[in-house]
């Protein structure tokens, strides 16, 4: 396997809603939240949400994109 695909297959594994939280700053609750209301590309398998870690970067653009995320907040 080369790097390039090393960090597709990274960004493209499946991790819980708990570790998507843990690895962006955003709380489980939020991104259960937003799953569920499908503004987050996410499954239930059982009983837990999984996602991806390219699904949450793509959620991350489009509040860029939207204007609901701003970098000066605290500033």
Request: proline letters at 1%.
């Amino acid at each position: 396997m080369t790097v390039m695909s090393d960090q597709l297959s990274d960004k493209n594994r499946l991790i819980s809603l708990s570790e998507a939280a843990r690895m962006y700053g955003f709380s489980h609750d939020y991104l259960r939240e937003l799953a569920r209301k499908g503004r987050l590309r996410a499954q239930k398998v059982g009983r837990d949400w999984v996602t991806t870690p390219a699904n949450v970067e793509a959620y991350i653009a489009s509040r860029q994109r939207r204007g609901a995320y701003r970098n000066n907040i605290g500033n």
